[in-house]
């Protein structure tokens, strides 16, 4: 580290109320606000501000400081685990106007590119579409809707994880909005930590001693992040806003040298797709970006939708089938020639028929293919609301864990075993490289609710117990909560736990989302 963090006070003394902010409002006015993707509503909220100026975010935290108010953060709500529900006893603050993309540097190396943190991935790349031909951000956390705050906040993935990793690996630089109201700047290489130590001068200056924070070898998202001597920044990176607010994100940027195949094959069998996925992720020759699985339930249900692409996509598919889509860069003619020569190979020595393939460099076919997977979270959601009907209290279970590579067919066989044994309808679907899968059941009451409930627990022990993590791209927030004990060991939440009092000594910032007191 540099000297100390110094958190500077640019927001000034805050003395009144801002005007964006909305006292006790009517529930139904900001219905919008008080739920995400989780399915999880508030019932109201103690007040609300949706600041469309970094200026006026600081006023905002900088006023609720001073009054000691308890702060819930959110932006464009596109979590699954309820981390932007707000608490009735909290205040509100929405960063979801915050938009816009502020600098694009290609001069530098690396090339970035700087966003408030409304601003939506959807428009982030839009805006690298018109200002920075031949430079992207490679990361898809499959919701294009997503704030890139968010994106930070949760260390969002997705499917194109399997080549290019997850937020934190893209992140240059964070602008930060303390509790205190203050604004802490970090940079990557730059704000480091001097060992166990990092210090901050808000107003007066406090040290932290922490111990390196451990992760699973898995993709995850699981906490704070701290290495001894590393990069302070990373602590922010997964912290669900319960450690700072992000008003401002700079990414680093990568050039774009390569084309994009998009391959499906449908396959006889779970083992069978996995053997493919076996010798694919074993071919150095091919570069593979994504390897995405889904079974014959999940197709089932993208049919049930009726859409015209999901139906094409299927066409070939046998009955019973599943089926593995993967991505792969390539340069030219004669390495796209030799990629799906390679690509047909494997599936040939797995069993697999051709024929029951598709395969595309257009971008109509890979439209195409997203929608298929796209359809099947899209009618799980509908059958759910479907049962609601007749048991109101109905919910989808959805885990989000992973393992190691030698786990794939351990952990496959312990979801698809148990929730079979246990009569439970369910999907199985998702990040098959990164042994990452999206496992939904649909209970039809709410005694199978209540089982389903008692089997995802029985599944995040076994996975812990073999290197596993609980939650691999979506975060925490309130609904996995109660499983980080079982991640971690008490040591390591102490530490995460000493990280809050430091940066939030009153613990006001998110309430009850990923850590408690």
């Known amino acids: 580290m540099t000297g100390v963090l110094e958190a500077r006070n640019l927001a000034g003394e805050a003395t009144a109320r801002p005007a964006c902010v909305r006292v006790a409002p009517a529930a139904a006015d900001v219905a919008d606000l008080l739920r995400d993707e989780s399915r999880m509503t508030a019932a109201g909220v103690a007040s609300v501000a949706e600041p469309s100026s970094v200026d006026g975010l600081r006023q905002v935290l900088a006023w609720h400081a001073s009054q000691g108010h308890a702060v819930t953060v959110s932006g464009a709500r596109t979590g699954v685990a309820g981390g932007a529900v707000p608490e009735t006893s909290t205040h509100l603050v929405s960063v979801a106007k915050l938009r816009g993309v502020t600098a694009i540097d290609l001069t530098r190396t690396p090339a970035t590119v700087c966003a408030l943190a409304g601003t939506t991935l959807r428009e982030l790349q839009a805006a690298l579409a018109e200002q920075a031909r031949g430079f992207a951000l490679p990361l898809d956390p499959t919701e ?225 293919i997203r929608a298929f997977r796209h359809a099947v979270p899209e009618r799980i959601n509908a059958t759910i609301a479907e049962r609601r009907q007749q048991h109101p209290a109905l919910h989808k279970i959805a885990t989000d864990m992973a393992v190691e590579n030698q786990h794939l067919r351990w952990v496959y066989d312990l979801y698809s075993s148990r929730l079979t044994a246990a009569g439970l309808d369910h999907a199985i679907f998702g990040h098959v490289g990164n042994n990452h899968f999206h496992v939904n059941i649909l209970p039809k009451d709410e005694d199978e609710l209540v089982r389903a409930k008692t089997i995802y627990r029985e599944f995040a022990t076994a996975l812990v117990a073999r290197g596993g993590c609980v939650s691999a791209e979506h975060g925490i927030g309130r609904i996995k909560k109660a499983f980080l004990p079982a991640q971690y060991g008490e040591e390591t939440l102490a530490t995460m736990r000493a990280a809050k009092r430091w940066l939030d000594p009153d613990w006001r910032l998110n309430p009850g989302v990923l850590i408690d007191p």
């Open 144 to 368: 294009a809707g997503a704030s890139v705050g968010g994106m930070v906040a949760t260390n969002a993935a997705g499917s194109r994880a399997y080549r290019f990793g997850a937020t934190r690996d893209w992140v240059h630089a964070l602008t930060v909005e303390l509790a205190s109201g203050r604004t802490l700047p970090l940079t990557r290489g730059v704000d480091r930590a001097e060992g166990d130590a990092v210090a901050l001068a808000d107003g007066d200056t406090r040290t932290a001693h922490l111990a390196a924070i451990p992760k699973p070898h898995t993709k995850n998202s699981i906490g704070y992040g701290f290495s001894t001597g590393g990069d302070v920044l990373d602590l922010f990176i997964g912290s669900e806003g319960t450690l700072g607010v992000v008003s401002e994100v700079t990414f680093r940027l990568m050039p774009v040298t390569e084309s994009r195949l998009a391959f499906l094959q449908c396959l006889a069998s779970p083992a069978q797709a996995f053997d493919l996925v076996d010798a694919i992720r074993a071919d150095e020759g091919l570069r593979t970006t994504a390897l995405e699985f889904l079974d014959a339930r999940s197709h089932e249900l993208a049919r049930e939708t009726g859409k015209a692409e999901v139906l094409r996509v299927l066409a070939q598919a046998p009955p019973g089938s599943c089926s593995l889509f993967a991505e792969f860069g390539y340069d030219d003619d004669a390495q796209l020639e030799s990629t799906i020569e390679r690509v047909l190979t494997h599936v040939a020595a797995v069993g697999g028929d051709e024929s029951a393939g598709l395969a595309g460099v257009d971008e109509a076919v890979l439209k195409d």
